[in-house]
């Protein structure tokens, strides 16, 4: 293990009860991490120990997964993803390539335990800051970015009456990939959904991650990952990967061809999920986090969605100041342009080695 990482096994403190350990995970404790996860009101399908394995094998990137424990049980966890960019910077992210983050526990005594821990180990490595990515305020007087919303909403056991509570406009759409006659199935394969999402967020201007990168989340989620497709007479309209935690359903990369415009596709792709998810017996639809202002903002607001801020705070160590590698940040906008017009194959081909660096 690097020398600038956690030890295995240190005792923080005995405080008033009971002395904690903070430790790193190791295989022999992902079965107990997994089963505190899924316990803890705090933690998302992000907190999952999964992702070690995804960030380390398809990014290449170390990983610091810490837990605490107390009493020999665990009590909180904390992923960490160690993200060394020429292009990006130096940073210690919560999670890392995902919308949420930071610290589980529904104890005091065990945040306050971790984040010391997590603070002490980005002034270790020399960071240029520790960034945790959480739901709600968690860390008082770090500085915060507020540059994301999240937008998830209850729905019902009965697809009518979530079709019905659609707004009449976003629902008039979802009517008209129904009339045009789509087609919605769950896809063994990941070929058809990587030809819609990589010409999706070339249209972006965004680079697209690989090919090894999703077939490694269907690996590692199997029992809580799938892909819906859709298609209008045996062509490919438009796909969604999704994420299942606990009662909630996670559309997370999704994207479409030329005729998902057309046909209303992207509209018809997520109110097949919705109504698939509510026959399953899931309760929530994580529409998951999008930009204010942009156009993914607009149109989940559009399907009756109210945006709920995420709270992304910042311990700086070496950083003046925390970062900003949005696309809406004005210096990026120049490559983005360009982005946006080369061949699809070129942005297969490059959009991974520079997407592995953003984190």
């Given at each position: ?39 803890c009101p ?64 529904e104890d ?46 209850s729905i ?204």
């Amino acid at each position: 293990m690097d020398p600038a990482a956690t030890h295995n096994a240190a005792a923080v403190t005995s405080g008033s009860g009971p002395e904690i350990t903070v430790r790193t995970l190791t295989p022999d404790y992902r079965e107990q991490w997994d089963e505190f996860v899924d316990a803890c009101p705090d933690a998302t399908f992000f907190h999952r120990a999964g992702w070690q394995e995804v960030i380390e094998k398809a990014f290449g990137h170390r990983t610091h997964y810490l837990f605490a424990e107390r009493n020999g049980r665990i009590a909180g966890v904390l992923p960490l993803g160690h993200i060394r960019s020429r292009l990006f910077g130096n940073a210690l992210i919560s999670t890392p390539f995902c919308m949420y983050g930071g610290i589980a526990t529904e104890d005091s005594e065990v945040f306050s335990v971790l984040e010391s821990t997590a603070c002490a180990l980005a002034e270790r490595l020399k960071v240029d800051y520790l960034e945790m990515r959480n739901r709600e305020a968690r860390h008082t007087g770090w500085p915060a970015k507020e540059l994301y919303v999240t937008f998830r909403k209850s729905i019902d056991s009965d697809p009518e009456k979530n079709l019905l509570a659609i707004p009449r406009k976003q629902r008039a759409m979802v009517r008209k990939g129904i009339k045009a006659g789509l087609k919605g199935e769950f896809d063994s394969s990941i070929n058809r959904f990587y030809e819609a999402y990589s010409q999706s967020v070339r249209s972006l201007g965004t680079p697209v991650f690989s090919r090894g990168y999703i077939k490694l989340l269907l690996d590692v989620f199997r029992d809580s990952c799938d892909i819906l497709t859709v298609t209008h007479d045996g062509d490919l309209v438009s796909s969604v990967l999704s994420f299942y935690f606990r009662d909630e359903v996670l559309p997370f990369y999704g994207g479409g061809t030329p005729l998902a415009r057309q046909l209303k596709g992207n509209d018809f792709m997520y109110w097949e999920l919705m109504r698939h998810s509510c026959e399953r017996g899931l309760r929530v639809f994580d529409y998951g986090r999008s930009k204010q202002g942009t156009g993914s903002f607009n149109f989940k607001k559009n399907w009756g969605f109210e945006p709920t801020p995420l709270h992304y705070e910042y311990h700086l160590v070496k950083a003046r100041e925390i970062p900003d590698k949005s696309p809406m940040n004005p210096k990026y906008r120049l490559f983005i342009n360009a982005w946006k017009r080369l061949p699809l194959p070129v942005t297969r081909l490059l959009g991974p080695l520079l997407v592995r660096n953003l984190g």
